[in-house]
């Protein structure tokens, strides 16, 4: 069987970090990649056994590849701390990794829950955006602060075993963490030369609600999805043309 290392990014997981280790101690090696978390996270990690490497975090393209460089194994899964793999995920991965794998990337549908409902409309499911499996000799994350995406040559193979995703467990962590990516999302657009413009305040959020509710049946996810749409567009969107707006001003 081939053997494979794990990493996860963490920044004060305490609440979360637990099980998303458990989900993949079946791994050979899980990689904690630690933002100096100033709660018990580094303590539970350490206790479940996994190496626990501190980086100060600048970005997530830069922080990823330093996670790259502390596995041991050829064969990486990358996993977020409010991430888990489900059981039939599991079961797929470990029968690809006891034959010969074909496929540098493999990727994994990612579900979401926000509040209290699994999202299955509003273009949050599938989520094929990050690979779940892949070999990190083929692999590099491109230079991006946010959104990450991979270069690597050759198609992915697709999982059909969910990756569980639970990144909002509350309006105030939808708004804390809205915050944090749009900060990032703002700098990033500002570093490529996008301009501001009046429009981005009104027609971006405007389209950005119409799209998730409308276009990708939102509406289908009850108040629920009516809630995250309008968070969404009226928060997230909005405010990262604000702070772009923001750093042009400064």
Same mark, same amino acid.
């Given at each position: 069987?081939?053997?494979? !290392?794990?990493y996860?990014?963490?920044?004060?997981?305490?609440?979360?970090?637990?099980?998303? @280790?458990?989900?993949?101690?079946?791994?050979?090696?899980? %990689?904690?990649?630690?933002?100096? !978390?100033?709660?018990?996270?580094?303590?539970?990690?350490? !206790?479940?056994?996994?190496?626990? %490497?501190?980086?100060?975090f600048?970005?997530? /393209?830069?922080?990823?590849?330093?996670?790259?460089?502390h596995?041991?194994?050829?064969?990486?899964?990358?996993? $977020?701390a $409010?991430?888990?793999?489900?059981?039939?995920?599991?079961?797929?991965i470990?029968?690809?990794?006891q /034959?010969?794998?074909?496929?540098?990337v493999?990727?994994?549908p990612r579900?979401?829950?926000? *509040?209290n409902?699994?999202?299955?409309?509003? +273009?949050?499911?599938p $989520?094929?955006?990050?690979? *779940?499996?892949?070999?990190?000799?083929? %692999?590099?994350?491109?230079?991006?602060?946010?959104?990450? $995406?991979?270069?690597?040559?050759?198609?992915?193979f697709?999982?059909k +075993?969910? @990756?569980?995703?639970?990144?909002?467990?509350? *309006?105030?962590?939808?708004?804390?963490? !809205?915050?944090?990516?749009?900060?990032?999302?703002?700098?990033?657009?500002?570093?490529? /030369?996008?301009?501001?413009?009046?429009?981005?305040? @009104?027609?971006?959020?405007?389209f950005?609600?119409?799209?998730?509710?409308?276009?990708?049946? /939102?509406?289908l996810? +009850? @108040?629920? +999805?009516?809630v995250?749409?309008?968070?969404?567009?009226?928060?997230y969107?909005?405010?990262?043309?604000?702070k772009?707006?923001?750093?042009?001003?400064?």
């Amino acid at each position: 069987m081939n053997k494979v !290392s794990a990493y996860i990014l963490t920044k004060n997981e305490e609440k979360r970090i637990k099980d998303c @280790i458990e989900s993949i101690k079946w791994v050979d090696e899980i %990689v904690v990649i630690d933002d100096f !978390s100033s709660d018990n996270t580094v303590k539970i990690a350490k !206790s479940l056994g996994c190496k626990v %490497v501190q980086n100060k975090f600048e970005y997530f /393209g830069k922080q990823r590849n330093f996670a790259l460089k502390h596995c041991t194994y050829q064969w990486v899964i990358c996993l $977020d701390a $409010d991430e888990r793999v489900s059981q039939e995920l599991k079961k797929e991965i470990e029968s690809t990794l006891q /034959g010969y794998l074909k496929f540098d990337v493999y990727v994994a549908p990612r579900k979401s829950r926000f *509040i209290n409902k699994w999202i299955m409309h509003s +273009g949050w499911y599938p $989520d094929y955006r990050h690979p *779940i499996l892949f070999n990190k000799s083929k %692999v590099i994350y491109k230079d991006q602060l946010v959104h990450e $995406d991979i270069d690597y040559k050759g198609k992915p193979f697709y999982f059909k +075993g969910d @990756i569980l995703h639970y990144p909002y467990d509350s *309006i105030k962590s939808f708004i804390n963490k !809205s915050d944090f990516y749009s900060d990032l999302r703002s700098k990033e657009m500002f570093q490529k /030369g996008k301009k501001f413009k009046v429009v981005n305040l @009104i027609v971006n959020p405007a389209f950005m609600f119409f799209k998730m509710y409308i276009s990708k049946r /939102g509406f289908l996810d +009850g @108040i629920t +999805g009516l809630v995250l749409a309008l968070l969404y567009s009226s928060f997230y969107t909005l405010m990262k043309y604000v702070k772009l707006w923001e750093l042009e001003n400064k």
